[in-house]
């Protein structure tokens, strides 16, 4: 571990945010009798509280019980390899989940979605099959063609991967594939908190996706990866954006975080 770490200020800067992630500034849970809960998680959280309202009033469409839970997986941690902090960080996700009386989660992330499996008794969905099995469609055509980015945790989940693509093609999405996609695709930076442990390497992993295509409208799943190649000068979303469009302030920032957790404790 201590090798990946060329900047000690973005090791602390990871545990800060650890321990704020988990204090009750953010840790909330808003519940309505059922089983099911929405976990935007912290990329989401910090990228738009706007878009998080936007997918969650359309889950409860579908499920007036459905509960939103703003926090975070504990990914960052198991990235800094510290087993014994990650390990605690999990049973006290696990124990507010059992606490809300939630067994299921429905995540936007893909790192959320890797390492909440590992509380074993809680069921984990990704938002895009939930999407694909209510044959969710929008007219979400328009001039851009995007080049389509997995993210690193889907190259194991090609179920996640095939209903994304499912989703944006009947929602008439514009794209085409990088040359490296699938299990083969390429990093953005951002891997095991990289970009923050050791940018001069983040920031050449993510030059070389960049310049597999030259098509500078980049199409992903996953928050963190859109806000890696928005860093980089590329028009990056994410496919929720296109399908919740809207008024969204798309900005990693603590303030969104904070205003995303507010959200929650309004339906509290």
Known sequence: MQERIKNRKGYYGVK????????????????????????????????????????????????????LVSGCCGHPTLALDDMARFEAYQRKVGGEMRRAGLKKLIVCCPNC???????????VRSIWSMLDEANFTVDASGDAKYVLHDPC??????????????????????????????????????????????????????????SESDNNNVLTYCFSCADSFRGAGCNAVHGLELLFPGNINARSTWKNRYESAKSVERFI
């Not at 929405?38 to 989401?44: A, D, I, K, L, R």
């Not at 390492?115 to 069921?123: E, G, S």
Request: with cysteine; hydrophobic share 35%.
């Open 16 to 67: 800060l945010h650890q321990i704020l992630s988990f204090s009750s500034i953010f840790q909330k849970a808003a519940t309505f009798g059922g089983e099911w809960g929405f976990f935007p998680g912290c990329s989401m959280m910090g990228y738009s509280p706007e878009l998080i309202l936007r997918v969650y009033r359309w889950l409860k469409k579908a499920d007036p019980s459905i509960g």
């Open 113 to 123: 979605e890797e390492t909440l499996r590992n509380i074993k008794w809680l069921t």
């Open 153 to 210: 945790p889907t190259r194991r989940d090609p179920d996640t991967q095939e209903a994304f693509r499912r989703v944006i093609k009947r929602c008439s999405v514009n794209w085409e594939e990088y040359p490296s996609s699938h299990d083969k695709a390429l990093c953005c930076g951002k891997i095991k908190m990289l970009m923050v442990l050791d940018p001069e390497t983040g920031h050449k992993v993510l030059e070389r996706r960049i």
